[in-house]
């Protein structure tokens, strides 16, 4: 049996943790994953989802619709997210996806187990799940002068149609980019200067990663991905903008969407690094601040 995941959205960065389980729930399966992001992908997520999802989102239908079309799987396998952190949920559109998928392919199989570790409830046996990670998104390294943070989903910024290049981008400007990785920080480190914790885990482990960067390393600038549709991001970047304003911390919001052209987020990103590199070189630091 052809097993399709699509390696998008929700499900990034979770590929390891598929081939170990999916064996233990399906026995004779092939397990089917559709790939990077492709533009066909996104055109197949733009006719095929409503305008109320965010561009993560429809851009995992196109993976879905990918898998179905090219790849003629015979069952989608597609785990309810509920909580992947003690005490927290994922998002709305996280729980739900499964829901959205089974209401826009009625003719295709569905296997929808749930992990929901609020309620330490799982699919899997607690073996398999024992000091094991969900996700496997590789680690920042940090240097020690000349660090840009870029705060993001995960499945942003491993994702090379949602980032635009702009790892790249800051790598090519002289510069280190240093980012969160899902469920890395959130175990052991818990952020101090707000009054509650986040209700959404991924909320939590960008704000966590944000505040112990900027007590703990040598940041020059903040870059937060904010996608377009996303309730979290809406919220969280303007915690983050108050707090780099705060500190003096240059900071930069740049909102992706389903555009193609990534020229206009490029000459963004450059002429942030040149303000920075200026600012490095002279004592801007002590005027007032042209970028707010």
């Keep these: 049996m052809k097993v399709g995941?699509?390696?998008?959205?929700?499900?990034?960065?979770?590929?390891?943790?598929?081939?170990?389980?999916i064996p233990e729930v399906l026995e004779d399966s092939q397990i089917i994953f559709s790939g990077k992001t492709t533009k066909e992908m996104v055109e197949y997520g733009l006719k095929n989802s409503c305008d109320e999802l965010?561009?993560?989102?429809?851009?995992?239908?196109?993976h879905v619709e990918y898998l179905?079309?090219?790849?003629?799987?015979?069952?989608?396998?597609?785990p309810r997210l509920v909580s992947l952190l003690p005490g927290t949920y994922s998002c709305p559109k996280i729980i739900g996806i499964p829901d959205i998928i089974?209401?826009?392919?009625?003719?295709v199989g569905l296997i929808v187990p749930e992990i929901n570790?609020?309620?330490k409830r799982k699919i899997m046996s607690e073996k398999s799940m024992k000091n094991e990670h969900l996700f496997d998104f590789p680690m920042a390294k940090i240097a020690k002068t000349k660090n840009i943070l870029v705060l993001a989903h995960s499945y942003v910024i491993f994702d090379e149609f949602l980032n635009k290049g702009i790892l790249e981008t800051i790598k090519n400007a002289g510069y280190n980019p240093i980012y969160p990785a899902y469920y890395r920080f959130s175990s052991f480190y818990i952020s101090s200067d707000l009054p509650k914790e986040f209700f959404w885990s991924s909320?939590?482990?960008?704000?966590?990663?944000?505040?112990?960067?900027?007590?703990?390393?040598?940041?020059?600038g903040t870059v937060y991905l904010m996608t377009f549709g996303c309730g979290i991001d809406s919220f969280l970047q303007e915690l983050i903008m108050r707090k780099c304003n705060k500190v003096g911390l240059p900071y930069l919001c740049i909102t992706v969407d389903e555009h193609g052209a990534d020229v206009g987020i490029?000459?963004?990103?450059?002429a942030y690094l040149d303000m920075i590199e200026w600012r490095r070189k002279s004592d801007e630091?002590?005027?007032i601040s042209t970028y707010g």
């Design 54 to 62: 965010c561009i993560p989102a429809k851009i995992f239908i196109g």
């Design 102 to 107: 089974k209401t826009s392919y009625c003719g």
């Design 5 to 21: 995941v699509p390696n998008s959205f929700c499900y990034a960065g979770m590929e390891n943790f598929f081939i170990r389980v």
């Design 117 to 119: 570790l609020r309620k």
């Design 266 to 270: 490029l000459t963004r990103i450059e």
């Design 285 to 287: 630091k002590n005027n």
């Design 203 to 220: 909320a939590r482990d960008i704000y966590n990663y944000f505040e112990w960067a900027v007590n703990n390393t040598q940041i020059d």
């Design 68 to 78: 179905i079309r090219k790849k003629n799987v015979d069952v989608l396998f597609l």
